[in-house]
């Protein structure tokens, strides 16, 4: 009756551990999956435990649960982008694995130096079960952020009077801004790479708005503008003056010219 107890609650802590993977997988990759099939792929994965009574080796057992990862993967999320969902799910596993342990590590370990050696404590199954989908929900927001953020970085060359600059920019949806005079779109600079020298250039004032504040940006026609190895044309360079603080851009890059990007 102990031993039934015992595989019990580990089936179901093996289910509740799946559950989290599979569910941070389908928002990291926006995967639109029903909840009963999540569940169902947990399910599969809980009964891996009863495979541990049956004599293997190291390398059989390995490879049952790779086979049952397959599985449980296919269950889930079906056949499409099958190996992508696949390496998110043990990317995540790793993670969540890995924050455990060191979370278990740093409470029931201490030293003295360099010698180790244990409190005497473990982290309490309760609190496991608490903190990982904590862990991991910061992780799916975390790692969404960066890929939007990495996605909207591009690298942006300029050429000016036989000279480059290589900048870094920031696509921001929120750029709309153009000139009124040939609809063009505009590059507003956030750097003091690049020093235009008005007398040389020919300035074009453009009117803006926003909802505290309004004005007119000097804009500048370039000779080259290469971003992400494209060549785009009619497109002013905006000098805005007043350095602003976005993901470390040296540009703010114009919404009109995402489709082109991809």
Do not use: W
Not at 102 to 124: A, D, M, P, R
């Amino acid at each position: 009756m102990g031993m039934k107890i015992y595989v019990d609650l580990v089936f179901l802590i093996n289910f509740f551990f799946d559950f989290i993977l599979l569910t941070a997988t389908k928002y990291i990759l926006k995967e639109r999956v029903k909840v009963y099939k999540l569940i169902l792929g947990s399910f599969i994965g809980g009964l891996s435990i009863f495979f541990l009574f049956f004599k293997m080796n190291s390398i059989e057992l390995f490879i049952l649960k790779i086979l049952i990862s397959i599985l449980m993967i296919l269950v889930s999320f079906g056949r499409n982008n099958f190996l992508k969902n696949y390496i998110y799910f043990y990317i995540i596993s790793i993670f969540l694995g890995g924050s455990m342990y060191f979370i278990n590590y740093t409470f029931s370990s201490k030293h003295q130096g360099l010698i180790f050696f244990s409190k005497g404590l473990s982290i309490n199954l309760i609190v496991m079960i608490i903190l990982s989908p904590i862990i991991t929900y910061y992780y799916v927001k975390e790692y969404k952020h960066y890929k939007t953020t990495i996605s909207n970085c591009h690298n942006v060359d300029l050429y000016i009077k036989n000279k480059k600059y290589c900048l870094k920019g920031y696509l921001d949806t929120g750029n709309t801004l153009t000139d009124p005079y040939k609809n063009r779109a505009i590059i507003l600079l956030n750097t003091n790479k690049i020093i235009l020298d008005k007398k040389k250039h020919k300035i074009i004032y453009v009117p803006y708005q926003t909802i505290t504040n309004y004005g007119v940006i000097p804009c500048y026609q370039v000779d080259r503008i290469i971003i992400d190895q494209k060549e785009f044309k009619n497109i002013l360079i905006g000098d805005t003056k007043n350095y602003f603080k976005l993901e470390n851009a040296d540009c703010i890059l114009p919404n009109q010219i995402k489709e082109k990007l991809k």
